[in-house]
């Protein structure tokens, strides 16, 4: 099955800089790579999600990279917030009879420091 | 709209007990899976349905663990004769039609005592 591993495990950013968040996968079949926040005791909220057609993918201060032939993809953040701070997991998502699951990463805890 | 929801928001059982856990996905969502989640862990899949139907249930840890949804909307989660192992938060995530978006619920978190 599909394996997901995310780095780093922690972030710690001063307000105004960059962050950066990468995961691999391991399928090479897996064509939808969505990216969820998640605050403390809250549900994870889908932020931004990128398809195995498109390369790159741009939401305001967020944006999404994938590279297909290395079979990893990044979360980049500019401009961080302090309201920014929570954990991220990345995902990944199989194509054919099994599309439909998520295979989460374990998470990054993001921390912007005012 | 109104998202995902889940009740109950928290729950606490003695070891042995049974529990039910219920999830409302989006109106007209076809599809709901559930997930299962550790303490600082990323959620783990457990089961899926589209319409009434359990398509899926390779995630389900035991023949302890038991998913429905008879009408195609409201589903259940329920665990049987609980151990502590089960403590974790459970996640419902619903899916319209062939979309690729999961939506969240807020989850249950279950501590077995």
């Known amino acids: 099955g599909e394996n997901v591993e995310q780095h780093p495990s922690t972030l710690s950013v001063q307000e105004g800089d960059s962050a950066v968040i990468k995961c691999t996968y391991s399928?090479?079949?897996?064509?939808?790579f969505p990216w969820y926040k998640q605050e403390l005791g809250k549900r994870p909220q889908l932020i931004i999600d990128i398809r195995s057609n498109v390369g790159e993918k741009k939401d305001q201060r967020i944006a999404v990279t994938l590279n297909k032939t290395a079979k990893h993809f990044s979360l980049h953040i500019t401009e961080t917030q302090p309201e920014d701070s929570a954990v991220y997991f990345c995902?990944?998502?199989?194509?054919?009879?099994?599309?439909?699951?998520?295979?989460f990463g374990k998470g990054t805890l993001l921390t912007v420091n005012p | 709209g109104a998202g995902v929801s889940q009740s109950p928001r928290y729950k606490v059982a003695k070891r042995g007990q049974d529990v039910a856990l219920r999830c409302d996905p989006i109106s007209g969502h076809v599809s709901l899976f559930w997930y299962q989640q550790a303490l600082g862990q990323g959620p783990e899949f457990l089961t899926y349905f589209q319409n009434e139907a359990q398509l899926d249930k390779s995630g389900l840890p035991s023949d302890r663990f038991f998913a429905e949804r008879p009408e195609g909307s409201v589903s259940t989660l329920k665990i049987q004769r609980t151990q502590q192992e089960d403590s974790a938060v459970y996640l419902c995530?619903?899916?319209?039609?062939?979309?690729?978006?999961?939506?969240f619920g807020p989850g249950t978190r279950l501590t077995v005592t």
């Open positions: 995530a619903s899916r319209r039609g062939l979309s690729y978006e999961q939506y």
């Open positions: 995902a990944a998502s199989g194509s054919g009879g099994s599309n439909y699951k998520l295979t």
């Open positions: 399928d090479s079949a897996s064509n939808y």
